[in-house]
């Protein structure tokens, strides 16, 4: 049987920052579509600390990419982390999507863009002395941004901000670090992304 070629991009949030190989969403969406029977053959470009531009980069770095069956898309967190303004982000996030698309044989419809996390709700953002409140408004006009483009393109777009923001901060739901998801955390993610994608 001949493997689907799965493309998972990203930031720290897709490399699994703080948790085991396993624990990572990818990984663990990859596990439970190989328990269904679909067999998968992932691979990931991703690194924490990453923001649109330099995720872009990286994908230029790795090219020839090929083609793949499927991809998700999650970046933006160390835009808004950087200060960068929503305007930058939502040109480098639109080019990344027409980009992401093109690498799925332009069936935008087999990518998924997940939202950026709120990490404002954990104790990694209390103990910065950031504001939680800014965190969320800025966050929240990013994900608004790839929810418009999304609709745009027609690729799906996995709103994860209401699940996070109301188990993010809870000591289960996070890595060692106080600031990224735990592989509980990330478990939840797939139970929606199973639900989400065709």
Not at 13 to 31: L, S
Not at 104 to 110: A, F, S
Not at 157 to 173: A, K
């Amino acid at each position: 049987m001949q493997s689907l070629r799965y493309l998972a991009l990203g930031d720290s949030y897709t490399i699994g920052e703080g948790v085991a190989e396993h624990e990572r969403w990818p990984e663990q969406w990859c596990a439970a579509l190989r328990k269904a029977d679909v067999a998968v053959d992932a691979r990931i470009i991703a690194r924490t600390g990453w923001t649109t531009d330099e995720l872009w980069a990286a994908m230029d770095a790795a090219e020839p990419l090929g083609q793949f069956d499927f991809a998700s898309l999650l970046i933006g967190v160390n835009n808004q982390y950087r200060g960068r303004s929503a305007d930058i982000y939502r040109t480098e996030f639109a080019a990344l999507i027409e980009r992401t698309i093109g690498l799925v044989g332009d069936r935008p419809e087999q990518v998924i863009v997940l939202a950026i996390p709120d990490w404002g709700v954990t104790p990694f953002a209390r103990a910065s002395g950031r504001d939680a409140v800014q965190i969320a408004r800025e966050l929240d006009a990013y994900n608004e941004i790839a929810r418009d483009i999304c609709s745009l393109e027609g690729a799906n777009f996995l709103d994860i901000s209401p699940l996070v923001r109301e188990n993010g901060g809870d000591t289960d739901m996070l890595a060692d670090d106080g600031l990224h998801p735990s592989g509980a955390m990330y478990a939840r993610w797939v139970e929606l992304l199973l639900d989400t994608m065709p």
